[in-house]
């Protein structure tokens, strides 16, 4: 059946989408910007196709917005970008064994929240993404995790 078929999406959105998606029964599958298959998935990623397959299914399970929106989960989102003076490899060999799981940049799971750690292309920084069930604790964990990388000193 379909909802066996894993869902592909980019590694940027928020961690919420895997709870949502095994909620309804999907396999979710983050991609990276490196992997073939993330080109299929720019057209989703645009807000007016978004709202349109929330419509579709509104319509295909009869379900009111309402309705839709109580069953996703809570959540809140904060970001920072972080200048650093160490290379971006030393900070993430750093954050890698110190507990941090690398997945599309360095992951973190902390007091119900998880924060994602990416280094930033163009510049010596790291964007910081932290996501918990409340504004409160995404800021706290993005404070943290903003110091920790501020902290990092050389081997």
């Known amino acids: 059946s379909q909802k066996q078929s894993p869902v ?78 160490l290379s971006r490899s030393s900070i993430m060999r750093v954050l890698s064994s110190s507990g941090g799981v690398l997945q599309n940049g360095i992951c973190f799971s902390d007091r119900g929240g998880n924060v994602r750690i990416v280094p930033k292309a163009s510049v010596n920084a790291f964007r910081v993404t932290s996501e918990a069930a409340n504004a409160e604790l995404a800021e706290e964990l993005c404070e943290f995790y903003s110091m920790k990388l501020k902290g990092i000193k050389p081997d």
């Not at 999406?9 to 895997?18: C, K, L």
């Not at 299929?40 to 978004?50: E, G, H, Y």
């Not at 109580?70 to 200048?83: E, G, M, W």
């Open 8 to 85: 592909l999406f980019p590694d940027y959105f928020p961690f919420a989408t895997e709870s949502v998606a095994k909620q309804f029964g999907f396999r979710a599958l983050r991609i990276g910007r490196e992997d073939k298959e993330v080109r299929k998935l720019f057209p989703l990623t645009d807000p007016n196709v978004q709202a349109l397959l929330i419509l579709n299914y509104l319509d295909r399970e009869n379900c009111t917005f309402g309705e839709f929106v109580s069953q996703l989960p809570s959540f809140s989102v904060k970001q920072r970008d972080v200048a650093v003076s």
